[in-house]
């Protein structure tokens, strides 16, 4: 049972480049959601779905796309990298919206 | 939407005294309330969560607490240890979406 799985672990961007960030559960979980973690500044929300299909925005949702065309995948899309950008991005998934999120092992993003 | 407030930011207990972290949030119609350890460079784990219909929970040495009138809930650690030692974040779910939103951090030192 591998859980919440992202790629890669570290990645090195130029500016202006574009990525994905990949996601996959393997728990049958219709909850995704993709967190930033920047020094001093807990886990902020960028994107989210509550099902395939279905995406909304978080509370950092500029300069990232998400789609979720199957239960298991939710990718992050950074469109132009930016500086302010850089930071470490974790994938979490859960059950429903009063259960425990089991997060992915995080990807550290530079942009240069 | 919510809006979660954490304090403090660090804390340095001597091992076998208590802590205690504090939550604040903005949306009374909250109902969930979990609480997330994450040591160096790991992914956050949930370690005990609450939800709105109970005033306290606890799991051995961990306890959590919740004033729905003053909308505030805490974390409670007794006897640490060293291995208390890592950043927690309290979080809450935003009850018109599943947006799950945390707080900025604490960071938690136990001198041996």
């Known amino acids: 049972n591998a859980g919440v799985t992202q790629t890669p672990k570290f990645q090195v961007l130029k500016t202006g480049q574009s990525m994905t960030l990949q996601c996959a559960q393997d728990?049958?979980?219709?909850?995704m959601s993709w967190y930033r973690q920047d020094p001093g500044m807990g886990l902020r929300l960028i994107h989210y779905?509550?099902?395939?299909?279905?995406?909304d925005q978080g509370e950092v949702p500029n300069g990232y796309n998400v789609s979720r065309s199957t239960t298991e995948d939710f990718p992050l899309r950074l469109l132009s990298a930016a500086p302010s950008q850089t930071s470490v991005y974790f994938c979490?998934?859960?059950?429903?919206?009063?259960?425990?999120?089991?997060f992915g092992q995080g990807t550290r993003l530079t942009v240069v | 939407g919510e809006n979660v407030e954490q304090h403090p930011s660090t804390l340095s207990v001597q091992e076998g005294d208590s802590a205690v972290i504090k939550c604040t949030y903005s949306?009374?119609?909250?109902?969930?309330f979990p609480w997330y350890k994450q040591e160096l460079g790991k992914r956050p784990q949930l370690i005990i969560d609450?939800?709105?219909?109970?005033g306290e929970k606890k799991d051995q040495r961990i306890a959590v607490t919740l004033n729905k009138t003053a909308k505030h809930f805490s974390l409670h650690i007794t006897e640490t240890q060293p291995e208390d030692s890592a950043v927690y974040f309290c979080?809450?779910?935003?009850?018109?979406?599943?947006?799950?939103?945390f707080g900025s951090g604490t960071r938690l030192l136990v001198r041996p």
């Open positions: 979490a998934s859960s059950y429903s919206r009063r259960t425990e999120a089991f």
């Open positions: 728990m049958n979980h219709e909850y």
């Open positions: 779905s509550v099902g395939a299909g279905i995406t």
């Open positions: 949306d009374s119609a909250s109902n969930y």
């Open positions: 609450i939800r709105s219909n109970v």
């Open positions: 979080a809450a779910t935003d009850p018109s979406s599943y947006k799950l939103i």
